[in-house]
């Protein structure tokens, strides 16, 4: 093996438990933040665009002044929450 | 977490629910229990459907007139099927002549507020990893669904936090109620036995904790590391940024289809600011016994 050769390995040595502690991914701000960001809800998805009501009379209400009909959304658990 | 992928991410069936419906979302374990002008007028619609025993679920998908007429009764997936059910409803709809209803009677025990003087924290939770390849579209939404939650904070509690403090009860509200995996569907919650170990501090502003949970069994539980920050800015808390992440393992009577032996799960927390509907929802944990979450025991 070449001098070259043995700095290549021996610099591997000294990187993977490094990357292995990335890889465990240990807290620092930067993971901190990237949790943040993906564990949450994207206000743009497609079914969050739609204007829903929470108040079934207050849709009720607004139906009649709108003249249309009502849609419900009736879930075990809130549909804009757990399921 | 399937019709949000699937029914109510369909281009048609959003377009129709913006401009030609009233579109709105309840959780029914509520309207179908309540004595008061908005339990009746549910009842009114949902009694004339399949699901008339109200002592049992009444979920679905239903549209109705402002008389309280039930048009059309759904609880299946899929967009096609609910987008003709609607084009159906509104081919046929005439608009009935009816009164505006106000909240005459409130049964305040389905009403719940959030504590005045308090916070609305935004609890979300997803799984990280560890699923198999999915079989089909359904499991493909389940394995990347977010779940959305909401954490109360008391004003004793606030106070706390303003002066730098993390109180007991609120971190045990928040481990036991919100450390769950809830992607799925309605999650068991924490027992205050299957708490193992609680230890959430916070010092200049940061918060930091460990929390083991975990069933009588051990078939259920979750060991997560804390972290976050908190701004206070004129005696109020402004920020309230907090993740915890760690391994759980196993899963409820509702939310079966977890991931086979230990996984990861992230719960983020994030201070609500109203300008979301679901901000408005009480938390799950607080469903008919709010004391009971506010001063768990």
């Known amino acids: ?83 | 977490m399937l019709d949000r992928a699937s029914t109510f991410a369909d281009p048609e069936i959003i377009e129709m629910l913006k401009s030609k419906f009233v579109p709105v979302a309840i959780d029914q374990a509520y309207q179908r229990r309540q004595q008061d002008t908005e339990g009746d007028f549910y009842r009114r619609i949902a009694g004339a459907g399949p699901r008339a025993d109200f002592k049992k679920t009444t979920q679905g998908l239903y549209i109705a007139d402002p008389a309280g007429h039930l048009i059309a009764y759904n609880n299946n997936r899929g967009a096609e099927r609910i987008r003709k059910l609607m084009e159906k409803a509104l081919a046929e709809y005439t608009p009935p002549k009816a009164t505006p209803l106000t909240a005459e009677i409130l049964d305040a025990k389905f009403h719940p507020e959030p504590p005045e003087g308090g916070l609305v924290v935004r609890v979300h939770a997803k799984i990280l990893g560890g699923y198999a390849s999915p079989k089909d579209e359904w499991e493909k939404i389940f394995q990347s669904a977010v779940a959305r939650d909401n954490l109360w904070i008391t004003k004793t509690e606030h106070e706390a936090l303003v002066a730098g403090e993390f109180p007991p009860v609120l971190a045990e509200r928040l481990a036991r109620f919100h450390l769950i995996d809830n992607t799925r569907g309605e999650p068991p919650m924490w027992t205050k036995d299957e708490v193992r170990k609680l230890d959430i501090t916070m010092a200049d502003g940061k918060i930091s904790g460990q929390v083991e949970l975990k069933t009588a069994t051990g078939s259920r539980g979750f060991n997560a590391e804390l972290h976050g920050l908190v701004r206070v800015e004129n005696g109020r808390v402004t920020q309230f940024d907090c993740v915890a992440r760690g391994d759980y393992w196993g899963h409820g009577q509702y939310t079966g289809g977890a991931p086979e032996g230990k996984f990861p799960l992230a719960v983020s927390f994030q201070l609500a600011n109203g300008s979301d509907p679901a901000d408005t929802i009480p938390p799950e944990g607080s469903r008919f016994w709010v004391d009971g979450y506010l001063r768990p025991q």
């Not at chain 1, 070449?2 to 502690?21: C, G, H, K, Q, S």
């Open chain 1, 1 to 83: 093996m070449t001098w070259n050769r043995w700095f290549v390995f021996a610099l591997a040595l000294a990187i993977v438990p490094t990357l292995e502690l990335r890889g465990a991914q240990e807290w620092d701000d930067t993971l901190f933040a990237d949790l943040l960001k993906e564990v949450c809800q994207c206000p743009d998805e497609a079914w969050r665009t739609i204007p829903w009501k929470t108040d079934l009379l207050e849709a009720q209400r607004l139906s009649l002044a709108e003249s249309k009909p009502i849609f419900i959304w009736a879930m075990d658990g809130h549909p804009l929450g757990c399921t």
